[in-house]
């Protein structure tokens, strides 16, 4: 079974930043995604960034130029750098692996981001 540990979330102002890393018990080399997703109250988890197998990655319109998604194959960890953070940042961030296809993912615990005016 395949676990994910998030951690690197916390308490920021606006305009800080934040690293968070996820630390995947198997290969993230041979998986065909890995991503963050965030989940602010009374909204639906949205995607965040992901990196597919072409490598490429694909970010949310919000974040585009703030977020850097990167990962660590040897290490077995996925990251991710936000900068210029806005309170509308604020969520829950999970970590996700894709084995598929068909579908095959498994989910982080995730960690709490908080940006502050």
């Known amino acids: 079974q395949v676990q994910l540990v998030e951690s690197g979330g916390g308490l920021v102002q606006a305009g800080g930043s934040l690293r968070l890393s996820c630390a995947v018990s198997?290969?993230?080399?041979?998986?065909?995604?890995v991503g963050w997703y965030r989940q602010a109250p009374g909204k639906q988890r949205e995607s965040v960034a992901v990196?597919?197998?072409?490598?490429?990655?694909a970010y949310a319109d919000s974040v585009e130029g703030r977020f850097t998604i990167s990962r660590d194959n040897a290490g077995n960890t996925v990251y991710l750098q936000m900068d210029s953070l806005k309170p509308e940042d604020t969520g829950v961030y999970y970590c996700?692996?894709?084995?598929?296809?068909?579908?095959?993912?498994?989910w982080g615990q995730g960690t709490q981001v908080t940006v502050s005016s």
């Open positions: 198997s290969t993230i080399g041979s998986s065909s995604s």
């Open positions: 990196i597919r197998v072409s490598g490429r990655p």
């Open positions: 996700m692996i894709d084995y598929g296809p068909p579908r095959y993912a498994f």
